[in-house]
């Protein structure tokens, strides 16, 4: 008989780090790559392996988060199939979600009605291609509590990471610490060690217990890789798996075990670079495990003029439907749908989302630009950084970031 398994995945993320990305959407909500929503990577992820009853738990700012789910994820409810986002209800009292672990706590009414075997517990906000089903069932045979993910990282990386120590076996996690100064490296590959992914296999039962003891807990900050999986460890009761072990269809020799946590505007930004390269490190072309989502009803991107110094022109670039390139030329960047890029402009490493338009001889470099921004004619973004840097949100690394709706100045 085949094992029952309900998924939940954990989108309350406030991501602070984003902003402006975020001042008025949640993180799993920002929309990344052209055509999806960061949230698109993981249930496309759980929907290719065949996981159709899942548990979008919500919070912050999520009301476009709830209606690109509502619009997007429909599934069949004659085969009992559902992604349905839930909100903090309040249901043990007037308070929000205290924590990922305080999450689940307060939802398991809903693990309780579906009944599974085991609870699939992934983050919103990675971009990365898995197959889940060979995570449950590496977890299924192990007998486990919890199976954690874990990516392997350069040993010097430790201190940067929550880092799983693993025992002889390789399997056994003996502890789970957070950025640690004096790692071990693997019992197979010395110069290398586990970093957590943050998704999660666990047995129902396992996973109910352990909540329901640590929000008895007022010492507790009610985590689920700061609190419920160390307490799993220190019972011997938390596997590893090995994401370098998933094989996913269709996966290249390039792309193979890619993984971000797109957490600050740098990493955003350097992940949508990932894509655009002929090979690219993260490859949105792989149809045997196809990332779903809704763009809605545009037409094909156009192309026009094409004389003199007025062409319409991208290179190294993705460009989505509804996008006008009239006369300007794009490079480098990463078009959402509905932007006009008018003649003369130039773009350059640039991610521009929905609804912008760019006016004639403006340049634009090394930017991300939100929803529905006008760039004037003749404007200048990632020019002049002391500049933006007065008008603007400029990264660590110099990307100049545009929120949504911002006013430009020339």
């Given at each position: 008989m085949a094992?029952?398994?309900?998924?939940?995945?954990?989108?309350?993320?406030?991501?602070?780090?984003?902003?402006?990305l975020t001042a008025d959407r949640a993180k799993p909500g920002v929309p990344f790559g052209g055509i999806y929503r960061m949230i698109d990577f993981v249930l496309s992820n759980l929907a290719n392996a065949g996981?159709?009853?899942?548990?979008?738990?919500?919070?912050?700012?999520s009301h476009s988060l709830d209606r690109h789910i509502s619009k997007t994820w429909r599934m069949s409810t004659l085969l009992g199939n559902y992604v349905t986002p839930v909100p903090a209800q309040q249901r043990l009292g007037p308070r929000w979600f205290a924590g990922s672990a305080d999450a689940i706590y307060q939802s398991l009414n809903l693990i309780n009605d579906e009944s599974p075997d085991y609870v699939i517990v992934f983050g919103a906000d990675h971009i990365y291609r898995m197959d889940p089903k060979q995570m449950v069932n590496d977890h299924i045979a192990s007998g486990a509590a919890v199976t954690v993910a874990g990516i392997r990282q350069p040993?010097?990386?430790?201190d940067q990471f929550g880092v799983i120590d693993v025992g002889a076996d390789g399997k056994r996690i003996r502890a789970f610490r957070e950025k640690p100064k004096d790692a071990q490296g693997l019992p197979d590959s010395p110069g290398e060690v586990y970093a957590s992914m943050g998704n999660y296999v666990f047995t129902t039962r396992a996973l109910c217990e352990a909540v329901?003891?640590?929000?008895?807990?007022p010492d507790s900050k009610h985590d689920m890789g700061g609190n419920i999986i160390p307490m799993l460890v220190e019972r011997g009761e938390a596997n590893v798996y090995d994401f370098r072990d998933n094989d996913v269809p269709g996966a290249t020799d390039r792309d193979r075990g890619y993984w971000r946590d797109v957490g600050t505007l740098d990493s955003f930004y350097e992940a949508h670079t990932d894509l655009i390269a002929t090979l690219p490190i993260f490859n949105l072309y792989n149809h045997d495990w196809p990332i779903f989502t809704n763009y809605g009803s545009w037409p094909p991107a156009k192309f026009v003029h094409g004389?003199?110094?007025r062409q319409g022109r991208a290179i190294d670039s993705m460009i989505s439907p509804g996008v006008v390139i009239s006369g300007a030329l794009v490079e480098r960047s990463v078009i959402s749908p509905n932007v006009r890029v008018n003649s003369w402009a130039h773009v350059d490493g640039a991610?521009?989302?929905?609804g912008v338009s760019?006016?004639?001889?403006a340049v634009i470099r090394n930017a991300i630009i939100d929803k529905n921004v006008v760039i004037p004619e003749g404007a200048q973004i990632g020019v002049d950084l002391d500049r933006d840097r007065k008008l603007y949100t400029v990264s660590d690394n110099g990307v100049v970031v545009i929120g949504k709706g911002q006013r430009v100045e020339i």
């Open positions: 094992v029952k398994v309900l998924a939940i995945v954990l989108a309350g993320g406030e991501g602070k780090r984003l902003m402006p996981y159709l009853k899942i548990v979008v738990l919500t919070q912050y700012k040993l010097s990386l430790a329901s003891a640590d929000a008895q807990n004389y003199d110094d991610v521009i989302m929905e760019v006016g004639r001889r």
